[in-house]
C-alpha cells in the first residue's frame, strides 16, 4: 500500500520553528517530485514548495526565505523546515508526490500547523 504520511506539526509561538517530516513507504518516490500543500480553514488549498528529483526548488513567494524544502533519497522522506513562523501560517500541511511537476498523485493526511501571536 502506497501511502505518505507527515509528522512534526503542533502549536508554536509567532517567531518559532518547526521540521515537518512526510516518510512515503509502498514504493519509491526517489523520481517523483515532492510538494508541500497547506489549507487554511476556509481558505483553498495552496502548494507551498515544491522539489524536483533531481533538486530543483521552489517555493511560495509568501514562504519564500523562511521555509525549505528538502528531501532524502535513501530514507524516501521529504522534509519542510519552517523558520519564523506567522500565525497566517496557520493550516493543514500536505504532503504530496506525483511523476511530473506539478502532478499530486499522492496525498499524505495533513498535519497540523498552528502558530500563535
Known amino acids: 500500500q502506497v501511502q505518505l504520511v507527515e509528522s512534526g506539526g503542533g502549536l508554536v509561538q509567532a517567531g518559532g520553528s518547526l521540521r515537518l517530516s512526510c516518510a512515503a513507504s509502498?514504493?519509491?518516490?526517489?523520481?517523483?517530485?515532492m510538494a508541500w500543500y497547506r489549507q487554511a480553514a476556509g481558505k483553498q488549498r495552496e502548494v507551498v514548495a515544491r522539489?524536483?528529483?533531481?533538486?530543483?526548488?521552489t517555493h511560495a513567494d509568501s514562504v519564500k526565505g523562511r521555509f525549505t524544502i528538502s528531501r532524502d533519497n535513501a530514507k524516501n522522506a521529504v522534509y519542510l523546515q519552517m523558520n519564523s513562523l506567522k500565525p497566517e501560517d496557520t493550516a493543514v500541511y500536505y504532503c504530496?508526490?506525483?511523476?511530473?511537476?506539478?502532478?499530486?498523485?499522492?496525498w499524505g493526511q495533513g498535519t497540523q500547523v498552528t502558530v500563535s501571536s
Open positions: 504530496a508526490a506525483g511523476e511530473s511537476w506539478g502532478a499530486t498523485g499522492y
Open positions: 509502498g514504493r519509491s518516490f526517489n523520481l517523483d517530485n
Open positions: 522539489m524536483s528529483p533531481r533538486g530543483t526548488r
